[in-house]
C-alpha cells in the first residue's frame, strides 16, 4: 500500500528538500503536501524543482481547526516537522496519535524546550564546551521537545568550532538520517 508522507516546515528546507529527493526515488511513499507557516521560507522555492507546491498556513487556520481537518482529510501515513517552530495543539496530537514526528538538532533531554531551536541550541552547546552534539527524532506529545525518542546520533565538536560549524555538521546528520529514519517508521507502520 502507498504511503502518505505531509512534511511541515518554518524556514530554509534542507531536510524537507532532502526527504523529498529520497522519496522521489520510492513509488511507494508520496509526499502528499509540504506545509509553511511563512511566506517567505527557503522551503517553498526547494520543493518546486520536485512539482511540489508549498502551502503557506496563517496561525489561525492552523489553530482553529481548518487545517486540521484539511490534514485529517488527507489521510496521511505519518507527519513530519522538518524545522518547523510552531508547538501541535493537543487538538493535532489527539488527531495523530505516534504518527507526529520532530527533528530536534541536539541530544534531548539537553536543550530542548521553549526558546531551543536552531542556532539558540549550537551557541548553547558552543557556550557549554561540550564535546559532542547530535540530532534526536521524535514523536510530538503536547510538551516542547518531550515525546518518546524514536533515533538519536552523536557528533564530536571541538573547541574550535563555531556555532555554524556546529549547525553544519548536525544539519549533515540530519540529511543522512532523518529520511532513512521516516522510511523504517513507514515500513513498521506497514507490517
Ligand atoms: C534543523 O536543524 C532542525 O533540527 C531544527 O531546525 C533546523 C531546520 O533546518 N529544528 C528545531 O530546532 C526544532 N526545535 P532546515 O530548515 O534547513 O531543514
Keep these: 500500500m502507498n504511503k502518505r508522507i505531509v512534511l511541515f516546515a518554518s524556514g530554509n528546507g534542507s531536510n524537507?528538500?532532502?526527504?523529498?529527493?529520497?522519496f522521489e526515488q520510492d513509488a511507494t511513499v508520496t509526499v502528499q503536501a509540504v506545509l509553511t507557516n511563512k511566506a517567505t521560507a527557503g522551503v517553498i522555492n526547494r520543493v518546486k524543482p520536485f512539482g511540489i507546491e508549498a502551502e503557506v498556513f496563517d496561525k489561525s487556520s492552523f489553530t482553529d481547526g481548518t487545517l486540521l481537518a484539511q490534514v485529517k482529510n488527507s489521510n496521511p501515513d505519518l507527519i513530519v516537522l522538518a524545522g518547523f517552530l510552531w508547538k501541535m495543539g493537543a487538538d493535532w496530537v489527539k488527531a495523530f496519535p505516534k504518527k507526529i514526528i520532530n527533528i530536534h538538532p541536539a541530544l534531548l533531554p539537553n536543550y530542548g524546550g521553549k526558546g531551543m531551536y536552531g542556532e539558540h541550541v549550537h551557541r548553547?552547546?558552543?557556550?557549554?564546551?561540550?564535546?559532542e552534539t547530535g540530532i534526536t527524532i521524535h514523536y510530538v506529545n503536547e510538551q516542547y521537545d518531550e515525546g518518546a525518542v524514536i533515533f538519536q546520533a552523536k557528533v564530536a565538536i571541538?573547541?574550535?568550532?563555531?556555532?555554524?560549524?556546529i549547525a553544519e555538521k548536525v544539519h549533515q546528520l540530519e540529511h543522512r538520517h532523518f529520511p532513512e529514519v521516516i522510511a523504517q517508521l513507514l515500513k513498521i507502520k506497514a507490517e
Design 124 to 131: 548553547a552547546v558552543r557556550a557549554n564546551g561540550d564535546q
Design 16 to 22: 524537507v528538500e532532502q526527504i523529498c529527493r529520497f
Design 158 to 165: 571541538s573547541p574550535q568550532d563555531e556555532a555554524a560549524a
